[in-house]
Each structure stands twice: as structure tokens, then as C-alpha cells.
């Protein structure tokens, strides 16, 4: 006879949605599935493993056996929250808990993947081009999902996320926003465009790689403002020009007026310059921003002179132009009629330019994620949530997300921010609630996870980790081993052992 019972399906309690899931299917983050049954978390727990960099003796005759502390020892592992699974509500112990002994110290890692409703990403875009004002909406399938931040030296610089766009607007804008989040979190490409119908850019964003601004890749990131770059290659210049300009959007340069220039015995050469002098040499605005000569809207340099002083200026006056990245660059002498002619430029101005593009770094974007763990997750760890939150704070309490090393900022809460290329790929997740779902590991010792109210009766060694599906990766270049005794305020004393 025919089987008419149709399989039960279970329901997946990991986060606020609820999922029912049927037999060998996956829940709506396709985080969760049903396999006969048996709610399983889809992706392998995480496991960084030592490396296999030789440990160095402390001691230079190599006959000690203390070793440097700030050495991941070869064969520890360290238990990450990627693949770890979340507990929902939060009062219940986070997934795993796990202990191992570190030179002598019981050391506990407390280990889960947290939704975060409160997160974003910041993201540095090292490019001089102009992408946006400050505060100019950064959309993607045009839904707001952030805005333009205040530049940073040589970068533009975007806040994209959080919960205002999560959840304080439209469904979609949400499910674009977590979507947009998800993906450059975990270093995928996401096009963005910027600005208004007048002023529209396109951004390819990827964390470790260039930006590309409207369809055409950035190269270099700018050596400095104009002024810097004058201060920086002025003695180059010398007997190969009588004046040198420095296209910038911040600070356009004067040699002959600039502090470098008077010090190297450069006479004035009647040059006028557009926009507003700030001080000697240094000029602002001689332009408006945009995608030209040294992040200015400018194609022709000459556009940002005035009409020579005849009183100071010569014919034959030599005049370099170049950009901040040397990528653009002019040379001119004076005529008769103190008019700026191209002309060829000599070999050695040629190369002066090549040295300013050889002292700029890539143009890469970074991505950073930003979250608030402040929140409730902190009952996955102890019963007394504010006590983790001080514990942190009092550097007891170790932070990691995925195993890098996290930024913890100053006041409430505990608001992380840590860079997506130090994690294991694909570390980050989502919920359809909507928000990012992110691995966060604190590690304490025991005895402190016990003064703060800790879930003790769920420690397992970390050994009993070995029985599941594991990903074991190595660890990342920035080295950072969150069992170091380094991070840790009791390291200090010197009453510990
Ligand atoms: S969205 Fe994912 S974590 Fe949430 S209930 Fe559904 S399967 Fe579980």
C-alpha cells in the first residue's frame, strides 16, 4: 500500500523567522536544512589552524624552550564562529563553548554567529576621482542603501547599511541593502551608483580590489595633496623647470610660491592661478571636482591659469603641469607673448613624472564590517549580559570575528568593525528578517568567564569539535592569534602565570 504520510516538517527555531522546513530542503537563508529529520546548520564549522611558519627560540643561543608569545603555536586550533550556527531566543547558550589550555591558562572561546540588525559596512575607496559629495545617496538596483562620508587622505570614503536601510524603509530596500551588505562582505563585486540624475557615478566596489569608476578601473591612489607632492619632489625639479603646478581637488601647488620652492632659491614667475590662495602656494578650488586632473572636473590644465605677470614672467619661461599621480601631465614654455605653448618635454621632467606615479600605491577598495553585539547575543554568553560588555572593556575579554582581529570602539555597547579580508570566505550570512548574519568569537579565561556569569556547564574541550564536519583553514596573513597572551590585560601582571 502506498505511503500517504507526507514527512513532517521541522521547524528551524535559529533566528526570529521560524522557519518550517520540509525534508531535504533548506530554510529561507539556506543557512539551515532539513536532512531526514535532523535540523542541520548547511556550511562546516570553521577551524583555524596553526601555521606552519617555523617558531622562533626566544632565546637567541636557541638552547631555551620559552618562545616568543606573539607566536600562534604550530598545532593550535582555534574554534571560529563560521559555520557555528545561532541560538535564538538569546537567553540560550551560544552554540559552542569551547575551552583548551594555552601555556598554562584555561582559556575559553565562546563561539556563535550573531544577527546583526544594527550593521553596516564602511567602505575606502583609494581613488582621488570624485565619486559623490558628502552625504550624496549611494543606491544599488535604485534603492538608497547609504551615503557619501567625509573623504580620507587620498579616499573617498562610503557608510552603507544599517538599520535605517535594513529596516527603517521598504521591504526592498531592506532585501537590496542586506543583499549589498552580503556580498561585499564576503568580497564579491557590487556596482553601485552615486549621486543624483545630474551627477550620477558608477562604483564597482570589491574589497582587495580597484574601484571601477564609471566602467573604467582606478590605477593608483595619489602620493599626496598638491602641496605634499611640491614638498615631497621640489629638489627634482630644479634647473629642469622654472615652474612646477600641481593639479589637486583638495590643494593645487605653486612651486615658486610654495615654502619648498622660496627654500631652493626658486624666483617668482608671474604665474597666476585660479581659485582661492590659501597660503603661499597652496591654492583651493582652482577647479570643480570630477573625474579629470588630479580628481577635478579639469581636461585642459591650462584652464586653471591666468595670464601670466609680464612684469615677473619671460619667454621662454618652462612650465611643468602634472597631477597628483602623475598619470597626467603637460609641459609648456612661455612665447613672446608670455602664452603657454606645448612643448616637448625633457627627458628629465619625464621622469620626475614617472617617479610621482611610482611613489602612488594601488587604488583598492576596503571593506569593513561594522556591527553591534552589544545587544542581545551577549545572553548567548553569560546571564549577565552588561557584565561581558565591562569584561570586554576591561581587556578580559577578547573580541574576534572569523579569528581576525576586531576594532572595538570606545563607550556602550560592543560595536565591532573589522576588515572582511582578514576573515575565512564566505563568513558572513543573512536572515530574510532582514540583517547580516556574522561570526563573533570572545575568548576569556575560565575563571573569568566564571566571575562574569558565564553558560560553565556547556564549556567542552575543543577537541570534542573534532567529531563534526570541520573547514579547516589557515591562518590569514595579518597573523592575529586571539589566544595570544598579548591581548589580554592579565598578561601584564606579573603575578600571573
Ligand atoms: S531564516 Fe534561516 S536561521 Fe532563520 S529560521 Fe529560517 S532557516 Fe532558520
Not at 541593502?177 to 549621486?195: F, K, M, P, Q, W
Request: aromatic share 6%; glycine share 12%.
Amino acid at each position: 500500500m502506498k505511503d500517504t504520510v507526507k514527512p513532517e516538517k521541522i521547524r528551524c527555531d535559529a533566528c526570529p523567522v521560524m522557519c518550517f522546513i520540509a525534508d531535504g530542503k533548506s530554510g529561507a537563508c539556506d543557512r539551515y536544512a532539513n536532512h531526514g529529520g535532523e535540523l542541520i546548520r548547511l556550511d562546516p564549522l570553521t577551524i583555524i589552524e596553526g601555521t606552519d611558519q617555523k617558531l622562533v627560540p626566544f632565546m637567541k643561543d636557541g638552547t631555551s624552550d620559552d618562545w616568543d608569545g606573539d607566536i600562534v603555536k604550530g598545532d593550535r586550533p582555534f574554534v571560529t564562529a563560521v559555520g557555528a550556527g545561532t541560538t535564538y531566543p538569546d537567553y540560550k547558550p551560544a552554540p559552542f563553548i569551547v575551552s583548551q589550555e594555552i601555556e598554562g591558562v584555561d582559556m575559553v572561546t565562546i563561539v556563535t554567529e550573531g544577527i546583526f540588525s544594527y550593521c553596516g559596512a564602511k567602505v575606502k575607496i583609494d581613488t582621488d576621482r570624485h565619486i559623490g559629495h558628502e552625504r550624496d545617496i549611494v543606491r544599488v538596483d535604485g534603492e538608497p542603501i547609504g551615503h557619501v562620508m567625509t573623504s580620507e587622505y587620498g579616499s573617498k570614503m562610503l557608510s552603507l547599511g544599517g538599520v535605517e536601510h535594513l529596516t527603517g524603509g521598504s521591504k526592498k530596500e531592506g532585501r537590496v541593502t542586506c543583499d549589498a551588505l552580503l556580498r561585499l562582505c564576503n568580497r564579491e563585486a557590487v556596482e553601485v551608483s552615486i549621486g543624483e540624475d545630474d551627477h550620477v557615478t558608477t562604483v564597482v566596489i570589491q574589497a582587495g580590489q580597484a574601484p571601477i569608476i564609471n566602467g573604467v578601473p582606478e590605477k593608483l591612489m595619489r602620493v599626496g595633496c598638491g602641496s605634499a607632492t611640491i614638498g615631497m619632489f621640489a629638489k627634482q625639479w630644479l634647473t629642469h623647470a622654472d615652474e612646477v603646478v600641481i593639479v589637486d581637488d583638495h590643494i593645487t601647488g605653486v612651486l615658486s610660491e610654495h615654502e619648498a620652492g622660496k627654500q631652493l632659491d626658486i624666483p617668482p614667475t608671474g604665474v597666476k592661478m585660479l581659485g582661492r590662495r590659501s597660503t603661499p602656494g597652496r591654492y583651493f578650488q582652482v577647479a570643480q571636482p570630477g573625474t579629470g586632473w588630479g580628481g577635478t572636473d579639469i581636461v585642459d590644465p591650462l584652464t586653471i591659469l591666468g595670464p601670466f605677470n609680464p612684469k615677473i614672467a619671460w619667454e621662454g619661461l618652462r612650465l611643468l603641469m602634472v597631477s597628483t599621480t602623475g598619470e597626467q601631465f603637460a609641459y609648456y614654455e612661455l612665447d613672446a607673448d608670455l602664452v603657454p605653448q606645448p612643448t616637448q618635454m625633457p627627458d628629465a621632467l619625464v621622469a620626475s613624472t614617472q617617479v610621482i606615479a611610482e611613489n602612488c600605491e594601488p587604488s583598492i577598495c576596503s571593506v569593513l564590517f561594522m556591527g553591534g553585539a552589544g545587544g542581545s547575543l551577549r545572553a548567548g554568553v553569560t546571564e549577565n549580559p552588561v557584565r561581558l560588555t565591562r569584561s570586554v572593556k576591561d581587556a578580559l575579554t577578547h573580541v574576534s570575528c572569523g579569528g581576525a582581529d576586531s576594532y572595538v570602539w570606545p563607550g556602550g555597547g560592543i560595536t565591532v568593525m573589522v576588515d572582511v579580508l582578514d576573515m575565512p570566505s564566505g563568513s558572513f550570512g543573512y536572515v530574510p528578517t532582514p540583517a547580516l548574519v556574522a561570526p563573533i568569537e570572545f575568548s576569556l579565561r575560565v575563571s573569568d568567564y566564571r566571575t562574569l556569569g558565564g553558560h560553565v556547564d556547556q564549556i567542552r574541550p575543543v577537541d570534542a569539535t573534532q567529531s563534526q564536519e570541520l573547514r579547516r583553514v589557515r591562518q590569514n596573513a595579518q597573523g592575529h592569534d586571539p589566544m595570544s597572551r598579548a591581548n589580554y590585560r592579565w598578561s601584564k601582571d606579573p603575578d600571573q602565570p
